[in-house]
């Protein structure tokens, strides 16, 4: 990638950093997560790089998918075959699309067919907040969370509200939502409902037939209090119809169904002991319309953790257990597959003065691949009120999912990818509205596996070599926040010397957003380099330009409006698939509360 692109980034940077310091310093945000440790803390004390997407930044994106929302986070890089609904991965700090684990309301949405989530069905209507940790986690969430882990946590009512609103924009989209919730002193309850439909673009670059899309998606939930207890039950469901081009570039569509189902009790044992429970179901199914061809993939698991709160520690352990069935028939030939997986986790977190520690230790018993081990061991010290140094090492796993064994080019033979990793971190924070953090990782992934385009099989190489490192600053000020970052990484087959593929090497991201009175204006800039593509085809960079906006009309009326890609750059994250060309939307929202 030319830096060209990025010197008036730099420029813009630099002018928007200096006026930024000289405004005063505002208290740090009290902001409290949960994924990075499976417990609550603020999220300053997490020690492996988090980072939060907030409502207000889902609201002032109008994104129409989860994608579009992670796509400007740096060190995550998206790969889409076209556009609105066509299949999407996410390649998060330089590891495969399968590696980011991702978890809505801490239930796990990869599927055991294909193994990366279907974060292109996931409507931001129905998110609270997004939180996604960098870095290895197999110890707290067992398979798939080489790279980090994207938890989705979905909407709650704070008392009583009603939302909604309607929009419309290019390529003939539509879209209406509807949310309303109670919140009282021993019960709550709730219910956002989201329509989206699309006449689309073509999404092959080598053909000019458009395609559709439509989703339908839904959440529930409902909690009670019994004394010390809650039971809540949480319900979210997207449904609908993807229209594509199949290989051979004839229009094809498929219809969808993806859903959660989630039964959780929590209980507060003592003043320092909780208990937490989630029984939940999982299903991924698609089915192709054309022919008799489809995919299944329907998992109930059982996940229990115990959390007790000692003067300098905090000791948690957990029980998990799952049993998934996963069946496909493609072209005439599929597999009807059972996988029961096992674990046992335990993790201490310890605070001594300016020292804090975690160690986390899983062992999971796998009914394909017998027992497996995965570990974290990190550490944080503040230097001083301003320094914070952090030092993290992961040994994670990926399990090969029905698919990789027994799918088109699989692979029953296929051994788990195993990662070791480590990572380093200085953060400055002078006060509360400026943060500096730089983050160095590497890590190898020993047994990664791999398509072979001479054999058209899966097949494990011998290692991939990662390495990377990010420049992050951000400032929050009383009327607008600016936030930055750059990466360099190289994601390599350690065996051959080739990249990794639909991974960019350089990328810079760029968010701005002014409070101009009542009203909002937004500027998010992704400038990424180039990437390879299977047969050595090399994908060019790109400068991708968004521009959003809220008005408020009165108390309780608001218009927002997007332009996305302002300068119509044609690029492409997948060979032969394009991507959105300039295009626009605006939405009509009601709230009352």
């Known amino acids: ?170 390529f003939g989209s539509r879209s209406a939502y509807v949310s309303a919730g109670y919140r009282g002193s021993d019960n709550e309850y709730g219910i956002t409902v989201d329509w989206q439909s699309t006449d689309g673009f073509s999404p092959r670059s080598d053909a000019d037939i458009d395609r559709g899309y439509d989703n339908i998606s839904a959440n529930l939930y409902a909690a009670r209090n019994f004394g010390r207890s809650e039971i809540s039950l949480r319900h979210w469901r997207a449904e609908g119809n993807v229209e594509y081009l199949d290989f051979f570039l004839t229009p094809v569509d498929q219809d969808f169904e993806n859903s959660t189902t989630a039964i959780t009790l929590e209980t507060i044992v003592s003043d320092a002991a909780t208990s937490k429970l989630i029984v939940s179901q999982v299903r991924d ?33 957990g029980l998990f257990a799952s049993d998934e069935k996963a069946k496909t028939l493609s072209f005439g030939t599929g597999f009807d597959e059972d996988t029961g997986v096992r674990a046992v986790f335990l993790q201490d977190q310890w605070r001594h003065g300016r020292l804090r520690t975690l160690h986390a230790l899983r062992l999971t018993d796998h009914e394909t691949f017998g027992r497996q081990t995965a570990w974290n061991a990190e550490y944080a010290i503040d230097i001083s009120a301003a320094w914070t140094l ?22 029953p033979n296929l051994q788990p990818e195993v990662s070791n990793e480590a ?32 054999t058209f099989t899966l097949q494990n190489i011998d290692q991939a070599k990662i390495r990377g490192a990010q420049l992050g600053y951000e400032y929050r000020g009383e009327t607008y926040s600016l936030r930055a970052e750059l990466v360099r990484q190289e994601a390599d087959n350690r065996t051959t010397g080739s990249r990794l593929l639909r991974r960019a090497e350089e990328s810079m991201t760029l968010s701005f957003v002014q409070d101009i009175g009542e009203h909002r204006l937004g500027i998010a800039v992704l400038a990424s380099g180039d990437r390879e593509d299977f047969g050595g085809v090399r994908l060019a960079g790109y400068v991708l330009i968004d521009l959003t906006g809220q008005i ?21 994250t997948a060979k032969n698939f394009r991507m959105q060309p300039r295009s626009s939307f605006v939405e009509l929202r009601y709230r009352w509360k």
């Open 1 to 170: 990638m030319s830096t060209k692109p990025l010197l008036p980034l730099a420029v813009a940077l630099s002018l928007l950093a200096a006026t930024a310091s000289l405004a005063a310093d505002l208290p740090p945000r009290d902001i409290i997560i949960v994924t990075a440790t499976r417990t609550a803390i603020p999220l300053d004390d997490a020690i492996v790089p988090v980072t939060v997407i907030s409502r207000e930044d889902i609201e002032l994106s109008l994104a129409s998918d989860l994608a579009e929302l992670l796509r400007f986070e740096a060190g995550v890089d998206i790969g889409r075959n076209g556009g609105p609904g066509q299949a999407t991965s996410v390649f998060l700090r330089g590891t495969e699309s399968n590696h980011t684990l991702v978890l809505i309301d801490g239930v796990r949405i990869n599927p055991g067919t294909i193994g990366g989530a279907a974060i292109q069905h996931i409507s931001p209507e129905v998110i609270e907040r997004i939180e996604i940790v960098k870095g290895a986690r197999s110890a707290l969430f067992g398979t798939d969370a080489i790279g980090g882990v994207i938890n989705i946590i979905t909407r709650r009512a704070t008392d009583a509200h009603f939302e909604s609103g309607a929009g419309v924009g290019s």
């Open 552 to 572: 408020r009309l009165g108390k309780s009326w608001q218009l927002n409006a997007r332009i996305e890609n302002l300068f119509d750059r044609r690029y492409e």
């Open 285 to 317: 199914h698609s089915r192709q319309n054309q022919a008799a061809d489809f995919v299944e993939s329907d998992r109930l698991s059982m996940d229990w953790q115990y959390t007790h709160a000692f003067t300098d520690h905090t000791l948690t352990a």
């Open 390 to 411: 952090n030092l993290g090492f992961g040994h994670a796993f990926r399990a090969p999912d029905a698919t990789d064994r027994f799918g088109f080019g699989g692979d």
């Open 423 to 454: 990572q380093l971190g200085l953060r400055f924070a002078p006060g509360g509205a400026h943060r500096v953090d730089i983050e160095v990782y590497a890590s190898t992934i020993d047994d990664l596996i791999e398509f072979n385009l001479q």
